[in-house]
């Protein structure tokens, strides 16, 4: 949990308060989309080179927290 802590911020001045990743403009939903793409670890890694792959781990265990907490009804 700490470890999503450091990486995850909410700053209503950063990006409307969406999540981030460490203070910066890049969105941890971009990330997840970026993953449901099937880009890899490692393009998305080469096409943002100050992301860690610790950033992309605690993207996914913050998308897990989410859904555990929060469900969206899904059109059938």
């Known amino acids: 949990m700490q470890e999503i802590a450091n990486?995850?911020?909410?700053d209503p001045e950063v990006c409307h308060?969406?999540?981030?990743?460490?203070g910066s403009r890049l969105m941890v939903?971009?990330?997840?989309?970026?993953?449901?793409?099937?880009?890899?670890?490692e393009d998305i890694l080469e096409d943002y080179p100050a992301l860690e792959i610790a950033d992309i781990k605690a993207c996914l265990h913050y998308a897990a927290m989410l859904a555990k907490f929060q469900s969206?009804?899904?059109a059938a």
């Open 29 to 41: 939903a971009t990330i997840l989309e970026l993953m449901a793409s099937d880009m890899t670890v």
């Open 7 to 10: 990486r995850i911020t909410i």
């Open 17 to 22: 308060g969406k999540p981030t990743i460490r």
């Open 72 to 74: 969206i009804p899904l």
